[in-house]
């Protein structure tokens, strides 16, 4: 509790001590004068003994204080009071330095949701993906091999399977065609995903005859089905079927997979063969188990599984790999992080141009820096009050940045081109990233700030006196205005070169020649069950009026 | 002067000369400062300013504290005072200090090497 009291007793302590410098000047004055020296000669004796008062008022000070912090929150009060005073520069850095940090907090909030962040599943370091795999690449898994290695693995909690299909849902009349998940039953407890109402699917569901029942997103049934309580038990028809509804699953990430129906996997007799490769697997490691051991567990597997089905099965092996980005494209992480750093050199050209105007500055400030020097402050004291000046900058900057970034997030969530991330991301403003908007604050307020501020505390301070006003620049600050333009340029221009090429590189993607006319075509499927249309004579398809079937 | 350290005084030095004035008697700033000016015979030149800082370290060590008084003058001053802790603490600097001068001393004598 020391500190407390401390800090209650400051202002005390800092009031006596101004009060005892007083008495102790007076005191030698008084002494002096009574030895016979004259009144004004005594003060300036007494004074010149006594050495700099504010400074030394200042060191006593000190000693009660931590130092750093307070300083430099009283560098900062400082900071803000002189950029009050210059609004036209202050809005100009300040603008500049937003959109710096705004443009990169919003594409690192993409690089973080889509590559970086942890994936939002319970212990989602277990989680893994298994497909086959021949010569070297991975491939879907047939049913049989499934199956088998289901039975046969040591090194899964649990392994599903799904594939994937187009279903037409019934509403009080209105079909609608809706992409549908068809996992396995053990799906979503395999990966954690929690449900709002009812229950995942039970092993028994994923038999012929028992399967017709159904789990949905819940923006699914908020959206189609008014977010009904009692939905559980009730039956919507798919593809003209009655389905059961069984579960529905917690809003939130599963509302951002591409399926919001849900219906159990059944392996027909005649799909379990070693032959057609159609599902994907995931699986849950045992507690503890690597990703080398499961690899080496499946190998084990995937070999027993040869020597029993040479003909279809010589060659083929597993591989286990973390589910982590293992959607995500080779090519779209590395087009993600060079947006990162595009947006990285754009950050640097703020701040080499915010630096610009701070030299520029600095030379209306001559007088005010050899004042601050005569009185005492040293060129530690200097450089630090303006370093602390442009973090304050930096700090008005990265707050207005975070806001730009938050709705340049907007735009970019609805613009992003579907499957470039996985579809876990979730996108936005959260703590990792605006650690990282913090970080990127200070580097620019200290990046923008340093050259001017070592400018400032290192020049000859007796001429800025004698010049008496006069804003003269000196040949060294040219000589570092001068260095930061070419750098401004040279990052502008290799930004420029980079933009320049990818859009060339658009433009004749859009100019290759198809072998058709590809203006005024349109292309679409039309999902039907085939055992109600055989006859390819039962399908009419009315077009829009100026639509023309070819 | 700033700080002990820029004159040459060892850092501490300053604090060792204050305590060993308090152990005597109580008193002012300003008295201490002429006193340690008389008593060192000026050969120090220490500015009387640079006293505050170091008595202000003394305080938040709790080494000496300080009270509200009158001075002889009649002025309301603020008189320091040893404390326990202080007189230790002088104590082990001396003779530490003595160590030290007797180090250098032997090694600055001159005929012997």
Redesign the interface.
């Known amino acids: 509790m020391r500190w407390l009291t401390q800090l209650f007793w400051r202002r005390r302590?800092y009031g006596?001590?101004s009060q005892?410098?007083r008495?102790?000047l007076?005191?030698?004055i008084?002494e002096l004068v009574a030895s016979g020296m004259p009144r004004k000669e005594a003060t300036y004796v007494a004074r010149r003994?006594?050495?700099?008062?504010t400074?030394?008022?200042e060191?006593?000070?000190?000693?009660?204080r931590w130092p750093s912090i307070e300083e430099f929150l009283t560098d900062i009060r400082f900071g803000l009071r002189i950029l009050r005073k210059n609004p036209g520069f202050a809005a100009v850095a300040v603008l500049t330095l937003a959109l710096g940090i705004g443009a990169n907090t919003a594409m690192f909030s993409v690089v973080y949701g889509a590559l970086l962040s942890p994936l939002p599943y319970p212990n989602s370091e277990q989680l893994v993906m298994v497909w086959s795999k021949v010569n070297g690449h991975r491939n879907a898994v047939c049913a049989a091999d499934f199956l088998e290695w289901k039975r046969q693995n040591s090194a899964f909690q649990d392994v599903v399977a799904w594939s994937e299909g187009t279903f037409s849902l019934s509403v009080s009349g209105n079909p609608e065609s809706m992409q549908v998940r068809i996992p396995s039953p053990g799906f979503f407890n395999l990966q954690g995903i929690p449900l709002a109402l009812g229950r995942d699917f039970v092993p028994e569901e994923g038999e012929a005859g028992r399967n017709h029942v159904v789990i949905m997103a819940h923006r699914l049934w908020h959206e189609r089905f008014g977010s009904d309580p009692h939905i559980i038990g009730q039956q919507v028809r798919l593809n003209a079927e009655p389905y059961t509804v069984v579960g529905v699953l917690a809003a939130g990430m599963p509302d951002r997979f591409e399926a919001h129906l849900f219906v159990p996997l059944v392996l027909r007799p005649d799909q379990i063969n070693h032959q057609f490769h159609w599902l994907t697997v995931m699986g849950r490691l045992k507690p503890g188990v690597t990703l080398q051991q499961a690899n080496a567990d499946m190998e084990a597997v995937t070999r027993r599984i040869a020597e029993t089905y040479p003909v279809s099965n010589k060659g083929w092996g597993a591989s286990v790999e973390p589910l982590k980005n293992n959607f995500t494209s080779r090519e779209t992480i590395k087009d993600l992080w060079l947006l990162m750093g595009a947006v990285g050199f754009v950050l640097l050209i703020a701040c080499v141009n915010v630096a610009n105007l701070l030299l520029a500055r600095a030379t209306i400030r001559q007088k005010e820096v050899a004042l601050r020097a005569s009185l005492g402050a040293t060129r530690g004291q200097l450089f630090s009050q303006f370093l602390t000046e442009s973090l304050a900058l930096a700090l008005v900057g990265g707050a207005l940045g975070v806001g730009l970034a938050w709705m340049l997030l907007k735009a970019i969530v609805v613009l992003l081109p579907q499957y470039s991330v996985p579809t876990e991301a979730d996108i936005r403003l959260n703590l990792p990233v605006l650690l990282f908007s913090l970080a990127a604050t200070i580097l620019a307020g200290v990046l923008c700030g340093c050259a001017p501020s070592w400018q400032i505390s290192h020049r000859n301070l007796s001429n800025a006196l004698k010049e008496g006003g006069r804003y003269a620049s000196s040949a060294g600050r040219q000589g570092l205005r001068r260095t930061l333009v070419v750098l401004e340029f040279a990052l502008a221009l290799t930004l420029l070169a980079g933009a320049g090429l990818v859009i060339h590189s658009f433009w004749k993607l859009t100019r290759v020649n198809l072998g058709f006319r590809e203006d005024h075509l349109l292309t679409f499927s039309l999902p039907l069950r085939v055992e109600r249309f055989v006859q390819p004579e039962q399908i009419t398809i009315v077009l829009p009026p100026g639509t023309r079937e070819d | 002067m700033k700080t002990g350290e820029q004159r040459g005084l060892f850092p501490g030095a300053l604090e060792m000369m204050i305590l060993r004035t308090l152990k005597r008697q109580p008193l002012h700033g300003y008295a201490l400062a002429q006193h340690i000016k008389r008593t060192s015979n000026d050969l120090l030149q220490i500015e009387e300013g640079s006293l505050y800082p170091a008595l202000q370290r003394l305080l938040k060590e709790e080494l000496v504290k300080a009270e509200w008084g009158i001075s002889s003058t009649n002025r309301r001053v603020r008189i320091y005072k040893l404390t326990a802790a202080g007189a230790k603490h002088l104590q082990h600097e001396v003779s530490r200090f003595e160590k030290m001068l007797e180090g250098i001393t032997r090694v600055l004598a001159p005929g012997e090497s």
């Open positions: 302590v006596h001590l005892e410098i008495e102790h007076e005191q030698k008084e003994e006594f050495g700099n008062v400074l030394t008022e060191d006593s000070r000190k000693v009660w």
